[in-house]
Nanobody
Framework: QVELVESGGGLVQAGGSLKLACSAS????????MGWYREAPGRQRELVAT???????NYSDSVKGRFTISRTTNWRTIFLQMNSLKPEDTGVYYC?????????WGQGTQVTVSS
């Protein structure tokens, strides 16, 4: 079982930056997909960004050009660099791991962007 631990959330003013990190508890497959999803109050959880391997990356349209996802060489940790943050980026950010039919979620980290 892959356990995920997130860190790096917090409060920031609009236009600022934050960097989130998510580490897996054990070795993970290089073919796995790890990513970030967020949940705002009253809204469904939505995709932010994912990475498969090191180079296959997917971003939601709302964060393209502002957020960058990356992954360490041992596949176990991912980062989300968030720049030019907007109040609508506020929410709980969850780390996700997927490999074939297996899926795991982190506990979430709060990101609040003030206007």
């Amino acid at each position: 079982q892959v356990e995920l631990v997130e860190s790096g959330g917090g409060l920031v003013q609009a236009g600022g930056s934050l960097k989130l990190a998510c580490s897996a508890s054990q070795g993970v497959s290089s073919l796995s997909t790890m990513g970030w999803y967020r949940e705002a109050p009253g809204r469904q959880r939505e995709l932010v960004a994912t990475v498969t391997g090191h180079t296959t990356k997917n971003y939601s349209d709302s964060v393209k050009g502002r957020f960058t996802i990356s992954r360490t060489t041992n596949w176990r940790t991912i980062f989300l660099q968030m720049n030019s943050l907007k109040p609508e980026d506020t929410g709980v950010y969850y780390c996700n791991y997927r490999r074939n039919t297996y899926e795991s979620w982190g506990q979430g980290t709060q990101v609040t962007v003030s206007s």
